[in-house]
C-alpha cells in the first residue's frame, strides 16, 4: 500500500483528499503547515507528498526546496496541490522541484489519475537498478541505473523527470515530439492545455546539456509542433543509428 503525506493547511480540503485516497486504498498521513509536513516527509519516507503552496510558518515552495536538497527525500514526487493557477506560480513550483501541479478546485478523478501516473514513474525506479537499457547515440550516453547521462565525455546528472524526458526525445531522434505525446509518454497522463510542464523541465534540461541554452543547438523547439532533439554523430561509428545496450546490474 503506497503511503501519501498531505500538507494542507485547509482542514477541509485535507480532509477531503485524505477520505478519498483512503476510499482509493493509500495509506495517508497528513500536516497542517510547513515545519511539521517537512519533519513528517523525513520520518515517515511516504511514497508521495501532496503539498500546498500557501502554508503558515515555512511556505510549499521553500520546503519542496528543502525536501529535493535532502537526500533522504530527494527522490520522493511531489505534486504540488494549490489554488495558485497563474504560469508564475507554476514556474515557480517546478523550479522548487515539484514533478506536477493540481489547481484547486479539481476533480477526484483528476487528482487520483495524477498520482498513479507520478506513483507508476516511481516504481520504475527499481526495476531500471536491476535491468537497465542503456541509450547511446553520437556524444549521448543514458544511464538509467544512476539517472544520469554521459555528453561529450562528461557525466550529467538528472532528475528523473529530466531523464524520462531526454530518453522520449532521444528515442524518437532526429523527429518532432508532440507536447500532447511527451505528456502522455513522460507524466503518463491525457494532456490538457498546459503545456507550461513541459517548457519547464526542457530550460532545465538545456541549462545541463546546451552550450548556450537561450539559443539552443540540441533540444530545439519547432514552433507549434514540439521538440526535437538534433545530436551530432558518433564520428568514430560507421553509422550514427541509435544503440541500445541492456546490462544486468546484478551481476
Not at 527525500?73 to 513550483?93: H, N
Not at 522541484?97 to 478523478?109: H, N, Q
Not at 529530466?162 to 502522455?184: A, M, N, Y
Amino acid at each position: 500500500m503506497a503511503r501519501i503525506l498531505v500538507i494542507d493547511d485547509d482542514p477541509a480540503i485535507s480532509e477531503l483528499v485524505a477520505v478519498n485516497l483512503e476510499m482509493a486504498g493509500y495509506d495517508v498521513c497528513q500536516a497542517e503547515d510547513g515545519i511539521k509536513g517537512q519533519a513528517l516527509a523525513l520520518q515517515i519516507q511516504p511514497d508521495l507528498i501532496m503539498l500546498d503552496l500557501m502554508l503558515p510558518r515555512v511556505d510549499g515552495f521553500t520546503v519542496c526546496q528543502r525536501l529535493r536538497r535532502d537526500e533522504r527525500t530527494a527522490e520522493i514526487p511531489v505534486l504540488m496541490l494549490t489554488a495558485l493557477s497563474q504560469t508564475q506560480d507554476k514556474v515557480q513550483g517546478f523550479n522548487a522541484g515539484a514533478d506536477d501541479y493540481l489547481t484547486k478546485p479539481f476533480e477526484v478523478e483528476e487528482m487520483l489519475a495524477r498520482i498513479r501516473a507520478l506513483l507508476r514513474r516511481t516504481d520504475r525506479i527499481p526495476q531500471a537498478a536491476k535491468h537497465s537499457e542503456i541509450l547511446n547515440y553520437g556524444a549521448l550516453t543514458l544511464v538509467p541505473e544512476r539517472f544520469e547521462v554521459i555528453w561529450f565525455g562528461e557525466t550529467v546528472k538528472l532528475t528523473h523527470l529530466e531523464f524520462e524526458l531526454l530518453h522520449c526525445l532521444l528515442q524518437r531522434h532526429g523527429q518532432t515530439v508532440s507536447p500532447s505525446d511527451i505528456l502522455k509518454e513522460v507524466w503518463g497522463y491525457d494532456p490538457d492545455d498546459d503545456i507550461e510542464t513541459i517548457r519547464v523541465h526542457i530550460r532545465h534540461l538545456r541549462t545541463k546539456l546546451e552550450p548556450d541554452p537561450r539559443h539552443p543547438s540540441y533540444i530545439k523547439t519547432v514552433y507549434g509542433a514540439g521538440y526535437c532533439l538534433e545530436l551530432p554523430g558518433d564520428e568514430a561509428s560507421e553509422d550514427n543509428t541509435l544503440s541500445v545496450s541492456v546490462i544486468n546490474q546484478s551481476d
